[in-house]
């Protein structure tokens, strides 16, 4: 059976367990919000050293990290530490999106074998990748022998652009970007060379029969996603996220596990209104969002601006961020902005989480806040999101400043205006007062 199918049937899976106790919610809870899909597990049977992760409105805010080679860079011992950076960065999910190599069976099983996070993939790149000549030779039937290999390897989560129609693609020419999504793309191309509607929709049984039998987790695509703001909120993507909806209703039949993509740019002020629109749309089906950025002029710096984005959708109806890196727009993210990509999406993924209130969000703050107050240097390294560059930019002052005077201030202020410093003292006159007051 599948998470969603043992739910439904009462059954506690050990993998909800696992999901309970690390997010400190009741395991019939879990069951509840997996039986009515608003929460997965995407957990092949076949990936034996994946860790069950919960997505949810009811859980943590998750995040995922994108590696995979590309056609031009990188090969499989870069993605391995990639890979490596993203988990030590505590990434919740990885993505394995690797192009145009006779090796992508290797490289993914490299990736299985390494990651104790779940692994996603976007099947029709190795279908594509494996082609001779164009892309619009595709046959829909090849396509879903991959999907079927992929399922068999241990592919925890698979992302197919079944939303995308033949009448949404007139509505998209219309934008300045057309088509960003890379598989929103080829699958667009192939039903226009074909005069055919997407073999993934009209296939989507067939499909769901493979995922069923290895409780492969759907990640619903959105090949119309905007890839600039003048692009966001049009025709084109609600046209699509329609159709994800109704994908959604027979994914759940099925008893498959599914969540959906979500965009891509949006203006900060539409990003509330297009988490709800989803939510309501596709029935609670968790939502997983590319940033979205919030702003189109700022390559190179794309993982803040695509963070503040993340914040609000994580407040307002994301369950899964996909991380976006520093290269953003420009090239493949190397092991440095993997790092920055991961840790500023942590960022983003837990002040969404305190925004919402989740229950025990902000403990976490709370402690930091302690350990500054009484100078717990130790302390607050332990709980940064990324302690060990904390550390190492505290250390970089102390190593031109004189460690006698103590640590009970930092360069900042030095000791003599230290505020921290100087409320402790006022601390103690506050109690000494009271207490004479007292007396």
């Known amino acids: 059976m599948t998470q969603l199918q043992a739910a439904r049937k009462g059954i506690v899976t050990a993998a909800m367990k696992i999901v309970a106790a690390d997010e400190n919610v009741d395991e019939n809870a879990v069951r509840e919000a997996v039986a009515s ?18 997505v949810g ?11 995979g080679r590309s056609v031009t860079h990188s090969g499989k011992g870069d993605e391995l530490e990639k890979l490596k950076i993203a988990l030590d960065c505590k990434a919740d999910f990885v993505m394995d999106l690797s192009v145009g190599s006779d090796d992508l069976k ?3 099983q490299g990736m299985l074998d390494n990651s104790s996070a779940p692994l996603g993939t976007v099947p029709v790149y190795e279908t594509i990748s494996r082609l001779e000549g164009d892309i619009p030779q595709m046959d829909p039937s090849f396509l879903l022998d991959v ?8 592919v925890d989560f698979m992302t197919l652009h079944a939303g995308l129609l033949l009448r949404h693609i007139p509505l998209a020419m219309k934008r300045i970007m057309g088509i960003v999504s890379r598989g929103g793309a ?14 993934l929709y009209v296939h989507w049984d067939e499909v769901l029969d493979i995922l069923a039998e290895h409780d492969v987790t759907v990640s619903l695509g959105d090949g119309l996603r905007p890839g600039c703001l003048a692009d966001a909120s049009d025709a084109a993507q609600f ?54 950025v919030t702003t189109d002029i700022a390559p190179g710096y794309d993982h803040i601006v695509s963070a503040i984005g993340a914040t609000a959708a994580a407040t307002y109806g994301a369950s899964l ?10 090239g493949l993210p190397d092991g440095e902005e993997v790092r920055q990509g991961c840790i500023a999406y942590k960022i983003a993924a837990h002040a969404g989480d305190v925004a919402r209130n989740l229950k025990g969000a902000r403990e976490r703050d709370d402690e930091m806040s302690r350990a500054r107050a009484a100078f717990d240097w130790d302390r607050q390294f332990a709980l940064c999101l990324d302690p ?40 103690k006159l506050a109690a000494a007062m009271a207490e004479g007051q007292a007396q």
């Open 37 to 54: 899909g608003e929460a997965v597990i995407p957990l092949n049977i076949h990936h034996r050293n994946a860790r069950p992760v919960g």
């Open 57 to 67: 409105r009811m859980f943590t805010t998750k995040i995922n990290a994108n590696l």
């Open 106 to 108: 290797a490289i993914r």
């Open 147 to 154: 999907i079927r290999a992929q399922a068999e390897q241990g």
């Open 186 to 199: 080829i699958m667009a191309e192939w039903m226009l060379e074909n005069n055919m509607e997407n073999p």
């Open 239 to 292: 046209g699509e996220l329609e159709v994800l909806g109704e994908l959604v209703d027979r994914c759940r039949e099925r008893g498959v596990q599914v969540m959906v993509e979500g965009p891509g740019h949006v203006p900060f002020n539409d990003i509330q209104m297009n988490m709800e629109r989803q939510q309501r749309v596709c029935h609670k089906a968790p939502f997983y969002v590319l940033g979205p």
């Open 321 to 330: 961020l996909c991380y976006v890196t520093p290269a953003e727009h420009l």
């Open 388 to 427: 060990e560059r904390a550390r190492a930019r505290w250390l970089k002052t102390r190593a031109f400043t004189d460690e006698a005077h103590g640590d009970d201030h930092c360069s900042m202020c030095g000791k003599q205006f230290c505020a921290v410093r100087t409320s402790c003292r006022i601390k």
